[in-house]
């Protein structure tokens, strides 16, 4: 009995987990729902760290607003997991968030000291990236871009320093200086989007649609589009475009009661325009929205996203004196059906997708 148990010992002691083949590590990564089991597994040897670079996707967590001056903390809800995580964030004590969240898990901050530097701040991490200090300007903004996409990124800050005009601040990561760009008053009262590297700005009240290319340092409008529905005010109606995984441009419109989804159609064949088409499936997709924007994921990642699916954080303003109410949902495109999604934050605003990676 005891030579077996020495037997048993040696070939334990033979057995090396280092050299477990990449496809079992990779299942294995892929099968843990919790990051902070992740970074344990990633932890354990260089071989396991070197073999899941890639975080697993994850379902959005959902982020509780602060306001400055903030605590020590940021809060995060999982929904699949009802589970809500406090993260300390050391570095964001002066800082105050701008739109965000930003591609690849890092939020937008403006500090608050006298030269008001603006960064992207990883909460996971704690990795900052610092931009130059920013414009004298006053109703900072972040555009985008929001797609959780590889590649170069650029950096947009709005700010409207006259009546007139709008100023378009924009700067790469690594760059010294900000660029400026003036937009005349065709743009005032419009809602601007920064996709696919292209300036997409949305008349509240008319809908109407301008494109304008801003890569070359200048602003060149490339071409405007109707809106979506004739004969009809989108003054009361809420107006978010995304990219989605396949890179056609999506404008969701929120009607106050329902959803409508349209992909643009820019219009290649000879005599045609630009204009907007009404679909009911968008595939094995889900489109996030937030007040800061939206942005889409692919449903066949995750097993608990539904496909064909709109998931919404909204603020409804009841009445002057009565709180605020937040509300999380998620709406079927094709039927129209909803259902309520169980939130314990207290003011749950923004879709946060969590990344380990520096970009």
């Given amino acids: 009995m005891e030579m077996e148990m020495e037997a048993m010992n040696e070939g334990e ?95 937008a901050t403006l500090s608050q000291r006298t030269n008001r530097p603006i960064s992207l701040l990883n909460p ?9 200090v920013c414009p004298p300007v006053y109703n900072q903004q972040w555009i985008g871009p929001r797609q959780n996409q590889r590649g170069e990124h650029v950096v947009l800050s709005y700010g409207r320093l006259c009546s007139k005009s709008h100023t378009l601040f924009f700067c790469h990561p690594g760059h010294k200086n900000w660029h400026k760009l003036r937009l005349g008053s065709a743009y005032k009262n419009c809602r601007h989007f ?40 989108t003054e009361n109606s809420e107006d978010y475009l995304v990219e989605d995984s396949l890179g056609d441009i999506l404008r969701v419109s929120d009607r106050k009661y329902w959803f409508h989804v349209y992909r643009l159609d820019v219009g290649n064949k000879k005599g045609s325009s630009p204009c907007w088409v009404k679909v009911s499936d968008i595939g094995n997709q889900a489109i996030f929205i ?13 097993s608990q996203i539904k496909r064909n699916s709109i998931y ?37 605003e923004s879709w946060f997708v969590p990344n380990l990676h520096h970009f």
């Avoid at 937030?290 to 995750?302: K, M, Q, S």
Wanted: charged share 25%.
């Fill in 124 to 132: 996971l991490t704690n990795h900052e990236i610092y931009f130059p």
């Fill in 194 to 233: 920064y996709l696919k590297g292209m300036l997409f700005s949305v008349k509240r009240r008319t809908g109407v649609m301008k494109v304008t290319n801003i890569t070359n340092g200048t602003a060149t409008l490339a071409y405007a589009v109707p809106p979506p529905f004739e004969g009809d005010s």
């Fill in 290 to 302: 937030d007040r800061d924007g939206a942005f889409v994921l692919r449903a066949g990642e995750l």
């Fill in 312 to 348: 919404r954080l909204k603020t409804f303003h009841i009445g002057i004196r009565a709180p605020r109410t937040y509300k999380a949902w998620r709406e079927e495109i094709d039927t129209g059906k909803y259902e309520r999604l169980h939130c314990p934050l207290e003011k749950p």
């Fill in 13 to 107: 002691e033979e057995r090396d987990w280092a050299c477990l083949p990449t496809d079992v590590l990779n299942h294995i990564a892929e099968c843990l729902t919790e990051i902070s089991d992740f970074v344990r597994f990633r932890a354990v040897c260089h071989a396991w760290r070197t073999t899941t670079t890639e975080l697993p996707p994850y379902f959005p967590w959902i982020l509780d607003s602060r306001q400055y001056p903030p605590d020590q903390n940021l809060t995060f809800y999982s929904l699949p997991l009802n589970k809500t995580y406090t993260i300390p964030a050391p570095k964001s004590l002066d800082k105050e968030y701008l739109q965000g969240p930003y591609s690849h898990g890092y939020l």
